[in-house]
């Protein structure tokens, strides 16, 4: 039993059969790909991270000199992105 493969079957079998050299690799420009730096977050969590502390220093400024009603607006927000941390990361 013969098989006659039309040349671009032929060459897609090659192409899924290729093996590419590490520095052929190219790596992954996804944020959630893969952790970098010194603490071992992706860019997109550690502008998460950042942002929750701004989040907290604006909160610590406004209860002493404001009163904690209108720290309370910031302190909410802290609260919902600390659970959405929780849910997603």
Do not use: C, K
Not at 41 to 50: A, F, G, S, W
Not at 67 to 80: D, E, K, M, T
């Amino acid at each position: 039993m013969s098989h006659s493969y039309d040349p671009e079957q032929i060459e897609r079998i090659r192409a899924s059969r290729q093996v590419f050299a590490g520095d052929q690799v190219e790596p992954i420009a996804d944020p959630w790909a893969r952790p970098t730096g010194p603490l071992g977050l992706t860019p997109l969590q550690r502008n998460y991270v950042l942002l929750l502390v701004a989040l907290l220093v604006i909160s610590a400024i406004l209860i002493p000199t404001l009163g904690i009603g209108v720290a309370s607006v910031p302190l909410f927000l802290l609260g919902v992105g600390l659970l959405g941390g929780w849910l997603l990361f």
